[in-house]
C-alpha cells in the first residue's frame, strides 16, 4: 500500500479543515439568519436613517452575517489553493446539506408537544404565559420561500464568487490577493444580497420591489464594508497556510490551482 508522503497528508488535512469550517458556518448562518438585529442598538449608534430608494432605513440585519464573512474567507482560501472545482464541490455539497437540515427541521415543528415540556416552560423570564412550541414553530419555520431563496443565492453566489476569483488569478498571477478576493466577494454578494430577498420576500412574500432594492442596498452595503475590513485577516490566513505546508508546496499547489482549476 502506498503512503502518501508528509506534504500530501498535510494538503488533505487543510481541505478537510476548510471545507469543516465553510459547511460548518453555511449552516450556522442559515440557521440563525432567521434573527434580525440592530447594529446600531449593539453599537451604541442612533439609527442611520439612510435615505436608499425613496425610504429611510436602518442597520436591521440577520444574525447569519456574523458567520457568512467566515463563508467569504474560507472559500476564497479553498480556490486559491485547490481551485475553482475544490470551491464548486464544497458548494454543492453544503448546498445538499442546508436542504437537509430545512427538511430536518420542518418536520421537527410537526412533531406533537411533549405536555411536561409545555407545561416546565409555561411561563417567560417575567412570569407571562409562553407557548414555546409556538414559539419554536415561527422561529424554525419561516417558509419554502426563504429555504429556496437562499439555496439559490448560495449557489449562485458561490459559482460567480469562484469564477470572478479564477478570472483575476489569471490576470494577476500570485500578486493582489485582496483584489480577487475582495472583487470576486463584491461582485458575488452584489447578486446574492438581491436574489435571496427577491425570491423569498416577493415572489413567496408581500415584499413590492422598492422594499427589495432597499434592504437589498442596506445588506450589500454592509457585506461589502466586512469584505474590505476582513481582508487583513485574509493574509494572515495565506501566512499560516504557507508555513504549514511549507512556501514551494503551498506555491506549487496555488500555481497548479490557478492553470488547471482543481487540486484534488
Given at each position: 500500500?502506498?503512503?502518501p508522503s508528509?506534504?500530501e497528508?498535510?494538503?488533505?488535512?487543510l481541505?478537510?479543515?476548510?471545507?469543516?469550517?465553510?459547511?460548518?458556518?453555511?449552516?450556522?448562518?442559515?440557521i440563525i439568519?432567521?434573527k434580525?438585529?440592530?447594529v446600531?442598538?449593539?453599537?451604541?449608534?442612533?439609527p442611520?436613517q439612510l435615505l436608499?430608494?425613496?425610504?429611510r432605513?436602518?442597520f436591521?440585519?440577520t444574525?447569519g452575517v456574523?458567520?457568512?464573512?467566515v463563508?467569504f474567507i474560507t472559500?476564497?482560501?479553498i480556490?486559491?489553493?485547490f481551485?475553482t472545482?475544490g470551491v464548486?464541490?464544497i458548494?454543492?455539497?453544503?448546498?445538499?446539506f442546508i436542504?437537509?437540515t430545512?427538511?430536518?427541521?420542518?418536520?421537527s415543528?410537526?412533531?406533537?408537544p411533549?405536555?411536561f415540556w409545555?407545561?416546565?416552560n409555561?411561563?417567560d423570564?417575567?412570569g407571562?404565559?409562553f407557548n414555546?412550541?409556538?414559539a419554536?414553530?415561527?422561529?424554525?419555520?419561516?417558509?419554502?420561500g426563504?429555504?429556496?431563496g437562499?439555496?439559490?443565492?448560495?449557489l449562485?453566489?458561490q459559482?460567480?464568487?469562484?469564477?470572478?476569483?479564477?478570472?483575476?488569478?489569471?490576470?494577476?498571477g500570485?500578486?493582489?490577493?485582496?483584489?480577487?478576493a475582495?472583487?470576486?466577494?463584491?461582485f458575488s454578494?452584489l447578486v446574492?444580497?438581491?436574489v435571496?430577498l427577491t425570491?423569498?420576500?416577493y415572489?413567496?412574500?408581500?415584499w413590492?420591489?422598492k422594499?427589495?432594492?432597499?434592504v437589498?442596498?442596506?445588506n450589500?452595503?454592509?457585506?461589502g464594508c466586512?469584505?474590505i475590513?476582513?481582508t487583513?485577516?485574509?493574509?494572515?490566513?495565506?501566512?499560516?497556510i504557507?508555513?504549514?505546508l511549507?512556501?514551494?508546496?503551498?506555491?506549487?499547489l496555488?500555481h497548479?490551482a490557478?492553470?488547471?482549476g482543481?487540486v484534488?
Amino acid at each position: 500500500m502506498i503512503q502518501p508522503s508528509v506534504s500530501e497528508q498535510k494538503r488533505q488535512r487543510l481541505f478537510l479543515l476548510l471545507c469543516g469550517i465553510f459547511l460548518t458556518n453555511a449552516l450556522i448562518a442559515e440557521i440563525i439568519g432567521m434573527k434580525i438585529f440592530s447594529v446600531e442598538t449593539l453599537l451604541g449608534f442612533p439609527p442611520a436613517q439612510l435615505l436608499i430608494g425613496g425610504e429611510r432605513l436602518d442597520f436591521n440585519m440577520t444574525a447569519g452575517v456574523v458567520n457568512w464573512p467566515v463563508v467569504f474567507i474560507t472559500s476564497d482560501i479553498i480556490n486559491e489553493y485547490f481551485g475553482t472545482k475544490g470551491v464548486k464541490r464544497i458548494s454543492y455539497l453544503t448546498a445538499g446539506f442546508i436542504v437537509y437540515t430545512f427538511i430536518t427541521i420542518y418536520f421537527s415543528t410537526q412533531l406533537p408537544p411533549a405536555q411536561f415540556w409545555l407545561d416546565i416552560n409555561g411561563r417567560d423570564a417575567n412570569g407571562n404565559p409562553f407557548n414555546i412550541n409556538e414559539a419554536f414553530f415561527r422561529i424554525f419555520n419561516q417558509g419554502l420561500g426563504i429555504m429556496i431563496g437562499s439555496i439559490v443565492a448560495f449557489l449562485l453566489g458561490q459559482i460567480l464568487d469562484v469564477s470572478i476569483f479564477a478570472w483575476l488569478r489569471r490576470r494577476t498571477g500570485s500578486k493582489y490577493i485582496w483584489l480577487r478576493a475582495t472583487g470576486s466577494t463584491m461582485f458575488s454578494q452584489l447578486v446574492d444580497s438581491f436574489v435571496v430577498l427577491t425570491i423569498a420576500f416577493y415572489v413567496f412574500g408581500n415584499w413590492d420591489l422598492k422594499q427589495i432594492f432597499s434592504v437589498g442596498c442596506i445588506n450589500y452595503l454592509y457585506k461589502g464594508c466586512i469584505a474590505i475590513l476582513l481582508t487583513p485577516v485574509l493574509y494572515i490566513a495565506h501566512y499560516f497556510i504557507d508555513q504549514y505546508l511549507g512556501k514551494d508546496y503551498a506555491e506549487q499547489l496555488s500555481h497548479h490551482a490557478a492553470h488547471d482549476g482543481e487540486v484534488l
